[in-house]
């Protein structure tokens, strides 16, 4: 057994003493630490997605379409309906999951002598990405209460200039949306400050009481909308990302994509769960009412939330926010602890899952106070 350790190796000097990015999954009766849909795919779907890859695997000898014309066709037509704005082939793109979308624009637009903002705290893998790809990263400024302090903000980019933008809204891990004249105005600024991309990281826009910013692209074509499969389509397990942007953008990216990087059964799996939107975006539904409940049984406790417009919610404020999450976890519930200081996420789960998650908190409660 070796007992080189990974500093001893030659690495890049910005990965030295970096931890890689996880939640921490325990054996526990209530897990809601990692934003999971609790849904399992009805069993329409699970056979629709049997008959696809079926198909699929009949030609596994051959590459897959690598330009995946007909899963982003259909995800144009998705963003469409849902989204309110005009959208074709040409102006989608997808990849394993929206952190490898955030990888190849960060490949694209970043890079060694580039740098990247973001308004933390937020999506921590915006950071570890940009340093896994050589870019410079800079830490932006956030209110007390989380919102993005858009004064603060809009001096930090005429500074740094940086070559991406990214906004997260809903926010991770915070919950809450950002008004779309914030998005317009750190647009502009960025423009100002030079020709630089803005990100718009949409995982859970799904569970918004708002709309989605789709509108925000026309005109603006350095300005791109990230968006994942894995929270409102419950398909955590098919890792499938995409974004909207100008065609432009989405001829750039395909510059650092690697050779068909999408699999023939991803592609498969990703157009059976297509077919099922109605009754996916129905479970949706339910945990928003899931989630509106915890933010008003939280607050009934006694407890400070962050308005949430996510398919979780932060709530505190604690002491010692570790311990907390320790004695959560004694009563059989699995939340999660981002560092955020006095502050813990609990993810929205099915009903019977929150109740134990609120007989928890309510001890908790007690314990504290007594």
Same mark, same amino acid.
């Given at each position: ?6 500093? $001893?190796?030659?690495?890049?000097? #910005?990965?030295? !003493?970096?931890?890689?990015? !996880? ?17 399992? *795919?009805?069993?329409? *779907? ?12 009949? #030609? ?5 379409? @690598? ?34 979308? +955030? ?40 209110? #007390? ?11 930090? +980019?005429?500074?740094? @200039? ?48 708002? $709309? ?5 692209? $026309?005109?603006?074509?350095? *300005? ?21 942007? $100008? ?10 994509? =690697? ?18 939107? &109605?009754? =996916? ?27 949430? &417009? ?52 309510? #001890?908790?409660?007690?314990? =504290?106070?007594?």
């Amino acid at each position: 057994m070796s007992d080189v350790r990974i500093d $001893d190796l030659p690495i890049r000097d #910005e990965l030295r !003493g970096k931890s890689p990015y !996880g939640a921490p999954q325990l054996d526990v009766p209530v897990r809601l630490n990692t934003n999971e849909n609790p849904y399992p *795919l009805p069993e329409a *779907l699970v056979e629709r997605i049997a008959e696809r890859v079926r198909e699929a695997a009949r #030609e596994l000898n051959r590459y897959p379409d @690598r330009d995946a014309v007909q899963l982003r066709t259909e995800l144009a037509k998705y963003l469409q309906r849902t989204g309110k704005h005009p959208l074709g082939i040409e102006n989608v793109w997808a990849a394993n999951g929206s952190n490898e979308v +955030i990888q190849q624009l960060l490949q694209t637009f970043g890079g060694p002598g580039r740098t990247a903002i973001g308004f933390e705290p937020s999506y921590s893998m915006h950071a570890l990405i940009a340093r896994g790809t050589g870019t410079g990263w800079i830490s932006g400024p956030r209110n #007390e209460d989380f919102t993005i302090d858009l004064a603060a903000a809009e001096k930090a +980019i005429a500074e740094h @200039r940086p070559d991406v933008v990214f906004i997260t809204t809903p926010n991770n891990p915070t919950g809450n949306a950002v008004p779309p004249e914030t998005v317009l105005a750190l647009y502009e600024a960025a423009q100002a400050a030079k020709p630089s991309m803005v990100v718009v990281d949409e995982a859970y826009v799904e569970f918004s009481h708002g $709309d989605s910013l789709l509108p925000l692209l $026309d005109g603006r074509p350095h *300005l791109v909308i990230s968006r994942t499969m894995s929270k409102a389509f419950g398909a955590a397990g098919l890792r499938l990302g995409y974004l909207a942007a $100008d065609p432009a953008v989405v001829d750039a990216v395909q510059l650092v994509r =690697l050779p068909y990087h999408l699999s023939a059964i991803t592609q498969a799996t990703a157009l059976a769960a297509l077919e099922h939107t &109605d009754t =996916l975006l129905g479970y949706v539904e339910q945990l928003k009412s899931e989630r509106d409940r915890l933010v008003a049984e939280l607050r009934a406790t006694g407890y400070d939330v962050v308005e949430s &417009d996510a398919n979780f919610v932060q709530f505190g404020r604690f002491a010692d926010a570790h311990e907390a999450w320790r004695k959560i976890l004694d009563r059989g519930v699995l939340v999660r602890d981002n560092g955020v200081p006095g502050w813990l996420r609990v993810s929205a789960g099915t009903p019977e899952e929150n109740d134990a998650f609120l007989d928890a908190v309510r #001890e908790l409660k007690k314990e =504290l106070e007594a």
